[in-house]
């Protein structure tokens, strides 16, 4: 699948679901640009780096709901209220499947809500979603 240009940024404060991520693309035979991040407020100064050259600008951001320091839902409020950021794609990746974080995660026009539980047969469905993404 044609995602390897593909930049995307990875919001979770577990390393374990970090490693597992990026053996699961592997895995896949696909190798993204997967910029990882280990709480929200280290993706968010990423994505607004101002004395950086550049700031990060993936096609997609897949973010955990629940991390110490600043949550998930605070992060997609943060992204909704930057008009440069605002545009920017989001799956939620996350242990919760709380139907009020559901809830809550779709009012903030995310594109997708993917439980941590069910990232293993979802996850090939993920990667061909993203793989339009890149068309």
């Known amino acids: ?69 600043m949550n998930g839902f605070e992060v997609l409020r943060e992204l909704l209220a930057n008009p440069e950021l605002k545009s920017l794609t989001v799956f939620i990746l996350t242990t919760s499947s709380q139907p009020r974080d559901v809830r809550m995660a779709y009012e903030y026009n995310i594109a997708g809500f993917i439980p941590k539980d069910d990232a293993g047969p979802e996850f090939e469905g993920l990667i061909k979603l993203l793989a339009q993404y890149q068309s």
């Open 1 to 69: 699948m044609p995602i390897n240009n593909l930049t995307i940024l990875h919001v979770d404060d577990d390393d374990i679901d970090r490693m597992m991520l990026r053996r699961s693309f592997k895995r896949a035979g696909v190798t993204p640009t997967l910029v990882q991040a280990e709480d929200a407020q280290v993706a968010l100064d990423m994505l607004q780096a101002e004395d950086a050259e550049e700031p990060i600008r993936p096609c997609v951001i897949l973010l955990d709901v629940h991390m110490p320091r």
